[in-house]
Structure formats: structure tokens, C-alpha cells
């Protein structure tokens, strides 16, 4: 999972397998979380996103799991590619949904390796 | 497409010289940010603008000043650009009452101060 420090937590997968990224945080009375996935030389990119009231939300190839319980996300990637390589990183945000009143907080970031 | 497009995707600057960072979509967004994102810190907001000429502060607007003269344009000014501010900075665009899930970032500029 996640952690402050220099040094950004990996993870190295082969092609084909799943990668599971953890995220925890710190707000409990955030409602709102963001994965996002940063490639080298780019800007983040929204992959994924889910509200408190959700425990589980699945788009194509990604699946966000939130446990409110012990305030952890996590980012379940299917069959992992040589693509999807890069920095993924959460954010939650308090109050209001997903819209812009109220600030995210953003994780520092799990750099994602997937050999070939 | 929305597009959002920074000056300068790598700057080098000297201690105390003015620096400004442009940041300019073309999707008529009316809520504007600048990030700077370090190493084990994530980003952090330094200012936000919800409309021209208007700005408010993020979470660590100090030696930071903005600009909006225009919608489409945001700019980040640093008065006197110190070796502390060497970072990667990346600006990011929302519609007025959109989510954070249709935030846009721009590609980045990574500043290094001398």
C-alpha cells in the first residue's frame, strides 16, 4: 500500500496475471475516491471512481474495492498488459460527492510493472 | 478531445529569477488548478480559479501567485523562484458544477531551480 516517503511503493507483474493496488486513507469522513493512473511524461488520467455508499464498483478490465471499515481501497487490474505500466494513485475527497466543492487528497502513488 | 496544454514541459530557472507557468484548454471549462506533485507528498493544490479573474487558494499557495485574465488560460507565477519549488507541475481543468471524475490534466512542466 501506500506510504509516505521517497520512494514509491512497486509492483511487478507479469503480462496476463492480475495486479491488486492498495490505498489507504486517511479521512473517515470521505465519501468520494479516485483512481487515477499516471504515465511517464503525462498527466494523471481518470481510470476509476466510487462513491461511500458502494463497496465494489467494476469497469473494463478495473475493479475498485472500498472497505470504509478500515478506511482501504484497493485497484484490481484483469489481465494485466505491458500498457497499463505506469504510477496509479487514489484520492479521496470529503463531503459533497464527486463534485468540485471540496478538495481531493491525493496518495502518493504505487509505480505498476508488468514484464512481457 | 478536451485538451489541455502547458508552456513547457521542462524549465530550468535560477534562484530568485520571476517564473511563469501557462496553462491553456480548449474546452471552455470554468474551474481551473494548479498541482505541483513531489515524491512521497502526491499532488497538492496551490491555487484554483472558478471563473476569470477570480482565484482562491489550495492547500499551499505560499511563494505562489495565479492569473486568469482569460477562461481559457491559468497561469502559476513564482515572484522569486527558490530551489524548495523545483518540482513537477501540472494543471488541471473542470466544468462549473462537473465532478472530479471529468477533471482534465495537462501533461506537465518539471521546473528546476538553481
Known amino acids: 500500500g501506500e506510504s509516505v516517503g521517497l520512494h514509491l511503493p512497486t509492483l511487478s507483474v507479469q503480462e496476463g496475471d492480475n495486479s491488486i493496488i492498495n490505498c489507504a486513507y486517511s479521512?473517515?469522513?470521505?465519501?468520494?475516491f479516485i483512481w487515477y493512473k499516471q504515465e511517464s511524461g503525462k498527466g494523471p488520467q481518470f481510470i476509476i471512481d466510487?462513491?461511500?455508499?458502494?463497496d465494489k464498483r467494476q469497469g473494463q478490465r478495473v475493479t475498485v474495492l472500498l472497505n470504509k471499515t478500515v478506511k482501504h481501497l484497493s485497484l484490481q487490474i484483469a489481465a494485466t498488459q505491458p500498457g497499463d505500466s505506469a504510477v496509479y494513485f487514489c484520492a479521496e475527497k470529503e463531503g459533497g460527492g464527486g463534485t468540485s466543492y471540496g478538495k481531493l487528497t491525493f496518495g502518493q502513488g504505487t509505480i505498476l510493472t508488468v514484464h512481457p | 478531445d478536451v485538451k489541455v496544454t502547458q508552456s513547457s514541459r521542462y524549465l530550468v530557472k535560477r534562484t530568485g529569477e520571476k517564473v511563469f507557468l501557462e496553462c491553456v484548454q480548449d474546452?471552455?471549462?470554468?474551474?481551473m488548478f494548479w498541482y505541483r506533485q513531489d515524491p512521497g507528498l502526491g499532488l497538492r493544490l496551490i491555487y484554483f480559479s472558478y471563473d476569470v479573474k477570480m482565484k482562491e487558494k489550495g492547500d499551499i499557495p505560499e511563494g505562489y501567485s495565479v492569473s486568469r485574465e482569460k477562461k481559457e488560460r491559468f497561469s502559476l507565477i513564482l515572484e522569486s523562484a527558490s530551489t524548495n519549488q523545483t518540482s513537477m507541475y501540472l494543471c488541471a481543468t473542470m466544468k462549473e458544477g462537473g465532478n472530479y471524475n471529468e477533471q482534465f490534466f495537462g501533461p506537465g512542466t518539471r521546473l528546476t531551480v538553481l
Open positions: 466510487i462513491r461511500s455508499n458502494m
Open positions: 479521512n473517515s469522513a470521505s465519501d468520494y
Open positions: 474546452m471552455d471549462h470554468e474551474n
